[in-house]
Every structure is written in C-alpha cells, then in structure tokens.
C-alpha cells in the first residue's frame, strides 16, 4: 500500500474519551498533522487531546475555546507507531446544546 493522506471529524461526547487516530498496523507509521477542535456549543469548552499507548497517557495538546471558535490541539505532528498508540479527545463538560467537534489530518506511511 502507497503512503497516503487521511482525514476525519470525530463528534465529541462530553468528557468520554473518543478515539480520534485509531493505531497504525504493524509495520506501519500515522503521522498525525493537525487536530483542529471546533465548538459548536453554545458556551465555553476546554477540548483536550491525549496520546494513549499501553498504560501510559500523555496530554498532548488542550484549547479552551468559546462559542463557535476554532482551534489547533497540536502545535507539532505527532508519530504513532505499530505498538498501539492512539488519539484520543475529549471535552471538559457535556454540551448545552451541540458537541464540539475534531477534524483530523493523518499522512499514513506503510
């Protein structure tokens, strides 16, 4: 398979954490870009991003953002390998009217 780009939007569900970049497979590398948070709630909401391999989890980016503003969660790329690391994100509180959003920029390297 061809090294390729891929993209995503994962709906939020409050403070549940929701895979974002699933893990590579073996042999293979994700090489997350960019994790843009979008809150299309109707208050302020803290979106954070967590790198999650085995039992280690690392915050790897957090935006607070008020109604209707964008921000990034990630200010490097960011590498999962085939050891089964993932992304997750996650809100700080359920939403008052609709779920933020996280559309997700991958470059898939076989």
């Known amino acids: 398979m061809a090294a390729a ?3 995503d939007e994962v709906v939020l569900t ?3 954490p929701v895979t974002a970049v699933a893990a590579p497979g073996a042999s293979e ?3 997350v870009l960019s994790l843009l948070a979008i809150n299309r709630d109707s208050t302020t909401r803290t979106i954070t991003a967590k790198k999650v391999g085995g039992t280690v989890t690392e915050t790897i980016g957090s935006v607070v953002l008020s109604a209707g503003l964008r921000g990034q969660l990630i200010e490097a ?20 009217t609709t779920e933020p959003v996280v559309d997700v920029a991958v470059f898939k390297i076989p």
């Open 14 to 16: 409050g403070t549940t």
């Open 29 to 31: 590398q994700k090489q």
């Open 77 to 96: 790329s960011v590498v999962l390998d085939g050891t089964g690391e993932t992304i997750t994100v996650e809100s700080d509180a359920t939403a008052a």
């Open 5 to 7: 780009f891929q993209g």
